[in-house]
C-alpha cells in the first residue's frame, strides 16, 4: 500500500508526518484492501478561525474511495480526528460489503422515530453565489446502490455517477430525513 502525505499552506515537521504515516497504517487493520492512501495536511492562516489545521485522509480501494477530514489547533489533533473518522468509515464499508454478502438477512434493529430537535434560525439574505472553485471528476460506471455506499464513504451530500444499465449520468443526493435520492440524467445530443 502506497502512503502519499502532502502538505498545502504550511509547513508539517517530519515528526509530524512520521506520525501520522503510523497512526494511518495502523487505521488500515480494519480494512485490508486499500490500494493506496493519501493524507494532506494544510492549515488556515486566519486568525479567526478556531481550529487552523486540517487533515484530509483519502483511501483508495478497488472500486471505491473513503474521505475522512479532521480539524484542530494543530496537525497532531487533527490526524487524531481525521484518523478516528477513517477508523469509522472504513469499519463502515466493511460491514456494508459483508452484509451484502447476506443479503437475506433480516435486521430487527428498533429504528428510532422520534423528530429531532428543531432550533429557530434567523435567516438573512444571502449574496448571489459565485463558482469559487472548479474540480473534474471521473464518472465511474456503477449502480445506483453502490453510488448510494460512495456517497457515505465520502460524507458528501451528493454523488456523480454514470448508470452501468444505462451509461446516463445520475446523482444520488441526502434528502431530510435521512433518505437517499435519485437522480436520472439523460444525454442529449444537439443536431449541428
Not at 32 to 45: G, N, P, Q, T
Not at 97 to 110: A, I, K, M, Q, S
Not at 111 to 134: G, K, L, Q, S
Given at each position: 500500500m502506497?502512503?502519499i502525505l ?53 483511501a ?40 451484502r ?92
Amino acid at each position: 500500500m502506497d502512503i502519499i502525505l502532502r502538505a498545502r499552506n504550511c509547513d508539517v515537521s517530519s515528526r509530524v508526518k512520521d506520525e501520522a504515516r503510523r497512526k494511518v497504517e495502523h487505521a488500515t487493520r480494519i480494512f485490508d484492501r486499500i490500494i493506496d492512501l493519501e493524507v494532506s495536511f494544510s492549515e488556515e492562516h486566519n486568525p479567526r478561525i478556531p481550529d487552523p489545521a486540517s487533515v484530509e485522509i483519502t483511501a483508495r480501494s478497488k472500486g471505491h474511495t473513503v474521505r475522512a477530514v479532521g480539524a484542530g489547533a494543530d496537525h497532531h489533533e487533527a490526524t487524531d480526528k481525521a484518523i478516528d473518522r477513517l477508523e469509522r468509515q472504513l469499519r463502515r464499508y466493511k460491514t456494508r460489503l459483508v452484509d451484502r454478502g447476506r443479503r437475506n438477512r433480516v435486521d430487527h434493529t428498533p429504528v428510532d422515530t422520534t423528530p429531532p430537535d428543531i432550533e429557530a434560525v434567523m435567516v438573512e439574505p444571502e449574496p448571489e453565489p459565485v463558482i469559487v472553485r472548479r474540480k473534474q471528476h471521473e464518472l465511474t460506471p456503477m449502480s445506483p446502490e453502490e453510488a448510494v455506499l460512495q456517497l457515505e464513504l465520502l460524507g458528501h451530500d451528493f454523488y456523480l455517477f454514470t448508470n452501468a444499465e444505462t451509461g446516463d449520468p445520475n446523482v444520488v443526493y441526502h434528502r431530510d430525513g435521512g433518505d437517499v435520492g435519485l437522480i436520472e440524467g439523460t444525454a442529449t445530443v444537439m443536431a449541428s
